[in-house]
């Protein structure tokens, strides 16, 4: 079974997903807003009208593993934390390097993407959401 991973954002999952479409050439598998669900699984969660155009549910295939995006409902604390990271592996450095290069517009750079002895390619940043992403390749 194939492992994915779920992010959260603070009201600009939509923006979020649009950046990283554009980034790893992918277009949303599906997109669903609150006012779009159903919330019929807890009786006590209602769609507030703030809440009403926030992404319940985005999709990307990103690297060949389906990422999962969502706005944070009312009433959930929100919280960019650094316990998480997707972690993307190349076959190419050239595939790495690009999509890289897309998500350091607008953030910040940890670990430059290059060679390290005994790792291969590596590279770390935070996007502009706050998101860090590990980047590695094992050829040039």
Known sequence: MPLSIAINFNGNCREAVNFYAGVF???????????????????NFQVTEAMRDKIMFAYLDIAGALVEFSDM???????RGNSMSPVLVYARWADAQKAFDGLCAGGQVFVPFANIPGQGWYGMLADRFGIVWIFRASAK
């Open 73 to 79: 409902p009312d009433g959930f604390d929100f919280e």
């Open 25 to 43: 050439g992918s277009e949303p598998l599906r997109l669903m807003t609150y006012g779009e669900g159903d919330a019929s699984f807890d009786q």
